[in-house]
Nanobody, 121 residues
């Protein structure tokens, strides 16, 4: 069974920083892409940042210059460094990985359980 476990969320004041992590475990053959999404109450889920296996990155306009995505291939882990947090960053953050299992060659998306980030003003 493939499992993605997130950590690092919390409550911070505006201007503060948090670092989210998401680690995948299980029978994984390869990971094609890793990314972070967020969903605030009453709003649609949106892409925050992602990274392909070739390490090409994409960021939402709202977080450019403040957030940075990185990964550790040996640990099957993706990170999201969030600096200069703003109240509008408050949301549940979800990790997503597009990966291929050893027992099944078709790549599929897997999601973490979500971690809450709350930024107070």
């Amino acid at each position: 069974q493939v499992q993605l476990v997130e950590s690092g969320g919390g409550l911070v004041q505006a201007g503060g920083s948090l670092r989210l992590s998401c680690s995948a475990s299980g029978s994984i053959a390869s990971i094609n892409a890793m990314g972070w999404y967020r969903q605030a109450p009453g709003k649609a889920r949106e892409l925050v940042a992602d990274m392909t296996s070739g390490r090409s990155t994409n960021y939402a306009d709202s977080v450019k210059g403040r957030f940075s995505i990185s990964r550790d291939n040996a640990k099957n882990t993706v990170y999201l460094q969030m600096d200069n947090l703003k109240p509008e960053d408050t949301a549940a953050y979800y990790c997503k990985m597009t990966l291929r299992r050893i027992t099944w060659g078709r790549p599929d998306d897997y999601w973490g359980q979500g971690t809450q980030v709350t930024v107070s003003s």
